[in-house]
């Protein structure tokens, strides 16, 4: 399986920005999709995740009302629509995906991850 993450740039407070994720190669037919991000000198964290089979979403508190995820199945690819980004969502943006089980925020229950994109937000 490979992911391949795009859509990140720089942004200004207030604006939006989408990433999108688009997976290849050998999937299950049940599998969840997230976006992680890690932020200069800080740990990896949770942004959201939607499971492929019920389209049940999970998101991190920092981003609830502002952040989106959705999905293609036709495409197999998830997207996450930033609205009104703060400087504090500047990071390297990672999409991941999961063979088994429900959408998780643990970062180790995900088996495949993508090259990250890089998420700017200027004030």
């Known amino acids: 399986v490979q992911l391949q993450a795009s859509g990140g740039g720089l942004v200004q407070v207030g604006g939006s920005l989408r990433l999108s994720c688009a997976a290849s190669g050998r999937t299950s037919t049940s599998y969840a999709m997230a976006w992680f991000r890690q932020a200069p000198g800080k740990e990896r964290e949770f942004v959201a995740g939607?499971?492929?089979?019920?389209?049940?979403?999970l998101y991190a508190d920092s981003v609830k009302g502002r952040f989106i995820i959705s999905r293609d199945n036709d495409k197999k690819t998830v997207y996450l629509q930033m609205n009104s980004p703060s400087p504090e969502d500047t990071a390297l943006y990672y999409c991941?995906?999961?063979?088994?089980?429900?959408?998780?925020?643990?970062?180790?229950?995900?088996?495949?991850w993508g090259r990250g994109t890089l998420v700017t937000v200027s004030s």
């Open positions: 939607i499971d492929w089979r019920s389209d049940s979403t």
């Open positions: 991941a995906l999961k063979i088994t089980g429900w959408v998780t925020e643990e970062a180790s229950r995900y088996s495949y």
